[in-house]
């Protein structure tokens, strides 16, 4: 009896401390933008990426960004790559090569890049996909190719990709400005995680108190776009 009574006592304390845990979550007011997917989605059933001026503003943005800092969102090796989650067990860079030698010419096309093409095709995005290859081969081996069409480049999405990708020579003023970037946009949860659910923000000194009574609460949490690596 006194086990079993042992037992209750902390059953109750560990579900009154999760209660109390619980309690305590502070959630942030998260702007969805158009693109929101990419950070959060499904990329084989996103149809957003699909359409053509998306693909577009996402690899002009990229361009001016620089393809080189965004190596680390593909994992490759001699055999395989991955990005994104989806796994293709093919040297990254032959596929590219082929994907541009192989456009509109069936030929000379394999299952697999007869398949490729054909769903782009179907997708009414097989020009744009194949203007993208091709950009981006060449850039491979002539730098001077990076040159971008800024009307086509997202602001928004620029901004982002410099605050999680130049971090080189981080400080507690680029620290600051990221935050303020992360709120003029919208993303309070966001700039939350930069100030305390971020590795490379962590040992900087910022006001992290002050600054986050500037943040908007919600009652509900929505995926932010900088998300939490802390855990």
Sequence with gaps: MNKLLTILLLISLFLSCKHDIKSELEFYAENQTSFFDLRNGDWTKNSWIRKPENLKMVHESFKKFGYGKLENLISKSESHFLIEGIYIKRNFENVMDS??????????????????????????????????????????????????????????????????????????????????????????????????????????ELDRENLKKELSKVTEFTYPWLMDTEK
């Design 99 to 204: 994907l541009q030698l192989t456009y509109n010419k069936p030929e000379i096309q394999t299952k697999y890049y007869a398949e490729f093409w054909n769903r782009r095709k179907a997708e009414n995005n097989d020009s744009i996909v194949y203007q993208i290859i091709r950009e981006f081969n060449s850039m491979k081996s002539d730098k001077s190719q990076r040159n971008y069409k800024n009307q086509f480049v997202n602001d928004t999405l620029f901004d982002l990709l410099k605050i999680e990708f130049n971090n080189d020579n981080l400080n507690s003023e680029k620290a600051e400005l990221d935050f303020y970037t992360l709120k003029k946009y919208g993303f309070h949860q966001s700039a939350y995680n930069l100030l305390f659910e971020r590795a490379e923000y962590s040992e900087l």
